[in-house]
């Protein structure tokens, strides 16, 4: 399971699976983040332009 390196999720009392291997990614890594990717992606087209209107916006996208 790959995860940021938040606290939580690196918490002594947190028990892993035998099964499960928690991979944590560096820090400020958003090139391994899918999330990060798809915002990327998606607003791309929109790089430059100027919206008059938050319905403008809405329509493009």
Not at 6 to 13: F, G, M, P, S, Y
Not at 22 to 50: D, V
């Amino acid at each position: 399971m790959q995860m940021d390196q938040a606290q939580v999720h690196r918490a002594k009392a947190l028990i892993w699976p035998e099964n499960l291997i928690p991979i944590f990614q560096p820090p400020y890594s958003t090139e391994l983040n899918p999330a990060e990717r798809f915002w990327q992606h998606r607003k791309s087209p929109l790089k430059g332009k100027c919206f008059e209107t938050l319905d403008q916006l809405r329509k493009q996208l």
